[in-house]
């Protein structure tokens, strides 16, 4: 198998942590941020993205998650219901452009909206790649602590921890 000819879209790159090992294992990896900082592939908004004349191995997407958190604490209860239109935006690419895999992530609190799932840790994945579960475990809360101090100490928090990226890459090459 040639790694390079697998191909990921990392959609909400932010520090790119979902990507990150497949980089290092040699895959064709473009990201989408709409934060030109953090100089993704694409900068832009993924609720605006064209159709990308390519095939897709693995479709990640990590949509803001702060609305969700906030409904998962009880002093927030009574904030408006979170805003919806992203992550509907993301299954609509998943629909219409049917990569091989997908992953979407985000926090406990969105399965009040998407509907229960698996997690590692305190990263709740919605998947159809099979044997997820038993590939990277069922956690319990992230331990690391990045707080005051760094400008980067709230995208820090949301980066993926690199054991998850690198144990989807090799379920996918293992599919491959
Ligand atoms: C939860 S963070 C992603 C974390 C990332 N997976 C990582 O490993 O670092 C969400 C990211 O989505 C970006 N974002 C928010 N709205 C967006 C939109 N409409 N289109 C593209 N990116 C967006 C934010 O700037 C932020 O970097």
Same mark, same amino acid.
Not at 153 to 171: G, L, N, Q, V
């Given at each position: 198998?040639?790694?390079?000819? =697998? ?19 040699? @895959? ?11 100089? +993704? ?7 605006? =993205? ?9 479709? &990640? ?13 009880? @002093? ?20 219409? &452009? ?27 994945? @919605? ?19 990045? @707080?005051?101090?760094?400008? =980067?100490?709230? &995208?820090?928090?949301?980066?993926? +921890? ?15």
């Amino acid at each position: 198998m040639n790694r390079s000819n =697998l191909v990921m879209l990392d959609l909400f790159a932010g520090l790119k942590g979902a990507s990150q090992a497949m980089v290092d294992r040699g @895959w064709t990896v473009y990201t989408v941020e709409i934060l030109e900082r953090f100089h +993704p592939t694409i900068v832009g908004d993924v609720a605006h =993205l064209p159709l990308l004349p390519f095939a897709v191995d693995l479709l &990640w997407a990590s949509p803001p998650c702060t609305e969700y958190t906030r409904k998962d604490l009880p @002093w927030f209860r009574n904030q408006p219901e979170p805003d919806l239109r992203l992550y509907e935006a993301t299954r609509a690419i998943i629909t219409e &452009w049917r990569p091989r895999f997908y992953v979407i992530e985000n926090v406990r609190g969105a399965q009040r909206y998407w509907g229960r799932t698996i997690h590692y840790k305190s990263r709740y994945l @919605w998947t159809d790649i099979p044997l997820l579960p038993e590939i990277i475990g069922l956690g319990n809360r992230d331990k690391r602590s990045i @707080w005051g101090g760094d400008p =980067l100490a709230h &995208w820090k928090r949301s980066k993926i +921890p690199y054991a998850i990226s690198d144990a989807i890459a090799a379920t996918i090459e293992a599919f491959s």
